[in-house]
């Protein structure tokens, strides 16, 4: 396990040492393999911090995104959540000019819309939301490459899964889909609960876009929703390359976990001291590696204090 200084430096030039979130995404260059690249919040800017040692770059992004960002696994294109809506914007050093995707509607006092999370497909050609109109709802747009035109496909609303208990709570923490586009994993909390659950959009998803065609409401009875059977949560959930298996934070342990999707098989990957919980954790797949923001827990369990570092763990198959 080895400190990742980069940051540190960062952080230090910023007189600034929370971390509000923490993603990977790759760069490859043409004639070279792939490089992971981390994207950390800290403050109020989002900065872009490769492994090879090269200094931090703050993203032009820093002033319009909360804090939860995601990307195509090229880190071509990303989308992030405002205080005004959802915006989608290239991952680059040079400024780039953000688009708004779907704007907040305050100014319908009848039906206002907010938007509370985003994740955009590791391919780049869908886009999940979190949205609260008159119910909360999971909504799914296609996402045109070349435009970014959005098009609404498909809606599961969470406000009436919460009334037919099918879901603990219809506040969701996080929102991220898995590799292959099939699933979108979402978690809930209440003040005693924690629970996460899988949705299979693909049945839901047309083979070919129609612009004149009414949005799909998925039933609330569908088996295409399932609980994740784990007490677990991390920022953000961690699909593997294949979508077999996702890495989690054990909330009563604060060790960093795996569960394989189809068995419920659970493996622990790193276990931490007592004092210590881990507040964000991402991977690295061709290093075989996690990085995670290590926290020290108050005499109060539910209290954490930042650890002002990210560590490196290598191992992880």
Known sequence: MVRL???????????????SSLTTYFSAQLGAPARTHLVVGIGQGIYDLSLDGTAPIKLSTANICGGEIS??????????????GIYAFPLT?????????LPNTYIEPEAPTT?????LSSDGMR?????????????????APTTLAVQLVATFSLTQAVQARRIIDES?????????????????????????YLLHVAPFMPATIDPMREPLAIPIATDALTQIPFDGSTRPLLWSADSADITYVDLPTGNIKRMTIATGQVATLLVLPEA????????????????????????DAEIVIP???????SGVE
């Open 127 to 143: 886009l999940a939301v979190v949205a609260r109109g008159p119910e909360t709802s999971l909504a799914v747009y296609t996402l």
């Open 71 to 84: 990307f195509t696994r090229d880190g071509r294109l990303a989308v992030c959540r405002s205080s005004d």
């Open 5 to 19: 200084d980069g940051l540190t430096r960062l952080q230090d030039q910023l007189g600034v040492h929370g971390i």
């Open 172 to 196: 969701t923490t996080q929102l991220v889909w898995s590799p292959d586009g099939n699933y979108l994993a979402f978690t809930t909390d209440t003040p005693t609960d924690t629970a996460t």
């Open 307 to 313: 650890s002002d570092q990210l560590f490196l763990y």
């Open 93 to 101: 050093a040079a400024p780039a000019q953000p688009h708004m995707l």
């Open 115 to 119: 938007y509370f999370h985003v994740a």
């Open 276 to 299: 210590h919980i881990v507040c964000y954790v991402a991977r690295t797949p061709e290093l075989h590696a996690l990085i995670f923001d290590l926290c020290r827990r108050r005499s």
